[in-house]
T-cell receptor
Framework: SQQGEEDPQALSIQEGENATMNCSYKTSINNLQWYRQNSGRGLVHLILIRSNEREKHSGRLRVTLDTSKKSSSLLITASRAADTASYFCATYAGGTSYGKLTFGQGTILTVHP | GAGVSQSPRYKVAKRGQDVALRCDPI?????LFWYQQALGQGPEFLTYFQNEAQLDKSGLPSDRFFAERPEGSVSTLKIQRTQQEDSAVYLC???????????????FGDGTRLSIL
């Protein structure tokens, strides 16, 4: 079953604007990861944030994690048409989970040129 | 080097037929995962291999689903007596696990889109 929910389900913006996607999860985690999926393709890893981290940056991406609220957000700054894709958060619970990821339902991002 | 390769990309089968889906992970990757992705949903875990050992098969939906990785590299997911609800995209992912460290990204193939008629 899905770990949690992503919000919004769909987001439509103009090129150059910022895009923010939120993810909530239900159980305690070891890390949280964000992936991008272009239509008809596999998932591409974007960024990983560990449970003891609060914020992480990678290029135009900024991820925050609030373990007390069991939530994370992904900010894409200065968006481009090429950022159009589905974005998924995924959690790793640790312990004997063997790296198994539990995904949210995703946010569909459309960036208009 | 090459990424994760899955074949076939598309598979159409009649209900009741058996199908086999192949995954070629990145060379040297120890961990291999299978996920099932229904239309409009996020992937759901099916099974996990560490080398040739299947350490977690808790996500396999029924005993019609079987996976193997006999030599610790290529993996095959087999579905017997397929049913319409098996229609989905099946994704394979691999990662290079260092002992005790699962804080690593997973590298996904483009998936096999399975349609059961």
């Amino acid at each position: 079953s899905q770990q949690g929910e992503e919000d919004p389900q769909a987001l439509s913006i103009q090129e150059g604007e910022n895009a923010t996607m939120n993810c909530s999860y239900k159980t305690s985690i070891n890390n949280l990861q964000w992936y991008r999926q272009n239509s008809g393709r596999g998932l591409v890893h974007l960024i990983l944030i560990r449970s003891n981290e609060r914020e992480k940056h990678s290029g135009r991406l900024r991820v925050t994690l609030d373990t007390s609220k069991k939530s994370s957000s992904l900010l894409i700054t200065a968006s481009r048409a090429a950022d159009t894709a589905s974005y998924f958060c995924a959690t790793y619970a640790g312990g004997t989970s063997y790296g198994k990821l539990t995904f949210g339902q995703g946010t569909i991002l459309t960036v208009h040129p | 080097g090459a990424g994760v390769s899955q074949s076939p990309r598309y598979k159409v089968a009649k209900r009741g037929q058996d199908v086999a889906l192949r995954c070629d992970p990145i060379s040297g990757h120890v961990s291999l995962f299978w996920y099932q992705q229904a239309l409009g949903q996020g992937p759901e875990f099916l099974t996990y291999f560490q080398n040739e050992a299947q350490l977690d098969k808790s996500g396999l939906p029924s005993d019609r689903f079987f996976a193997e990785r006999p030599e610790g590299s290529v993996s095959t997911l087999k579905i017997q007596r397929t049913q319409q609800e098996d229609s989905a995209v099946y994704l394979c992912a691999s990662s290079l696990r260092r002992t005790g460290d699962y804080n690593q990204p997973q590298h996904f193939g483009d998936g096999t889109r399975l349609s059961i008629l």
